[in-house]
């Protein structure tokens, strides 16, 4: 392994250690979900705004993903 590929991968463990340790406390947890769910919501939103200026396929893309990343979170992230 490189001295590039070494640094990189440091780096990572770095970043997933403090983020195991983040996700445990429980503000940290509710503001990512609530951004998380905001930008889903701003998607759907967005989807709205394409649909009346004429971009139909654009905002049924938008608006489904949207809908999905909204579905997920209120059906995988409980705890």
């Known amino acids: 392994m490189s001295k ?3 640094k990189i ?3 990572a ?3 997933e ?9 429980r503000s940290f947890r509710i503001v ?4 998380s769910a905001t930008a889903e919501i701003g998607l759907m939103i967005g989807a ?3 649909s009346e200026k004429g971009y139909k396929s654009a905002a049924t893309c938008l608006f ?3 809908a999905a990343g909204l579905v997920c979170d209120i059906l995988f992230n409980r705890k």
């Open 4 to 6: 590039l590929d070494q």
């Open 9 to 11: 991968e440091n780096a």
């Open 13 to 15: 463990n770095k970043i």
């Open 17 to 25: 250690v403090v983020a195991n340790e983040a996700w445990k406390k």
């Open 32 to 35: 990512s979900k609530s951004i």
């Open 48 to 50: 709205a705004h394409l």
């Open 64 to 66: 489904g993903l949207g």
